[in-house]
């Protein structure tokens, strides 16, 4: 069975300071690896996806994250965080080989912008 | 906006009673998901239809049903409830048939309040 793990349920960052948003996974198989963000009162939204092809993924609004196999992990950064990016955000997973897509979400990850 | 209606946007019922939640996905989308947030458990996969089956199933407790219509819209019932069952209710669509890689698209949610 597939799991994911956000380490911290809250991060609080400076306007202008780097986001760094840590998932790690853990499954047979590598899987297929997503961000989402939510913002208060609204659905998920894809920031990016890794489904195999360059380990270095961008995003939108500046978001990359980086599929690292030997650490299991799928962090999520942004060089400069901006006001706008506070909302939660979520890693989720989906299984390699399979029929469907279903996706198994962590605990999600509150981001706090200060000024 | 992802494209993904669900109505209604929030729902207060009674313990013991039925609801009914709706939910249109992207023109074009075949697969359509369910999925429940609920602040101790998390996000979690309920259920996927494509093109009318059902493609994969996940914690979906007995008291509560799916399915899509021709026109590709879904239904998720909910019975007999019960105030653990209070959650933000989310649907998803996806173009294809939910390989892994596909992203899903989500809805608003609606807000289920039992009281």
């Known amino acids: 069975a597939q799991s994911v793990t956000q380490l911290g349920s809250h991060v609080s960052v400076s306007e202008g300071a780097l986001v760094l948003l840590r998932c790690n996974y853990s499954?047979?198989?590598?899987?297929?690896l997503f961000w989402y963000v939510q913002y208060p009162n609204q659905g998920l939204q894809l920031l990016l996806k890794?489904?195999?092809?360059?380990?270095l993924v961008k995003g939108i609004n500046g978001f990359e994250a980086e599929f690292k196999k030997s650490e299991t992990s799928f962090h999520l950064t942004k060089p400069s965080a901006h006001m706008s990016d506070a909302a939660e955000y979520f890693c989720?997973?989906?299984?390699?080989?399979?029929?469907?897509?279903?996706?198994?979400f962590g605990q999600g990850t509150i981001l706090t912008v200060h000024p | 906006d992802s494209g993904v209606t669900q109505t209604p946007k929030h729902l207060i019922t009674a313990t013991g009673q039925r609801v009914t939640l709706r939910c249109s996905p992207r023109?074009?989308?075949?697969?359509v998901y369910w999925y429940q947030q609920s602040l101790d458990q998390g996000l979690q996969f309920l259920i996927q239809?494509?093109?009318?089956?059902?493609?994969a199933k996940g914690n979906i407790l007995e008291r509560f049903s799916a399915q899509q219509f021709p026109d590709l819209h879904s239904e998720l019932n909910l019975s007999s409830l019960e105030l653990g069952d209070s959650a933000l209710y989310f649907c998803?669509?996806?173009?294809?048939?939910?390989?892994?890689?596909?992203?899903?698209?989500f809805g608003p949610g609606t807000r289920l309040t039992v009281l």
């Open positions: 998803a669509s996806s173009s294809a048939g939910g390989r892994g890689t596909d992203t899903q698209y």
């Open positions: 499954s047979s198989v590598p899987p297929y």
């Open positions: 890794y489904t195999s092809a360059a380990t």
């Open positions: 989720a997973v989906s299984q390699r080989g399979t029929s469907y897509g279903k996706l198994t």
């Open positions: 023109s074009g989308d075949l697969s």
């Open positions: 239809y494509y093109n009318g089956e059902e493609r």
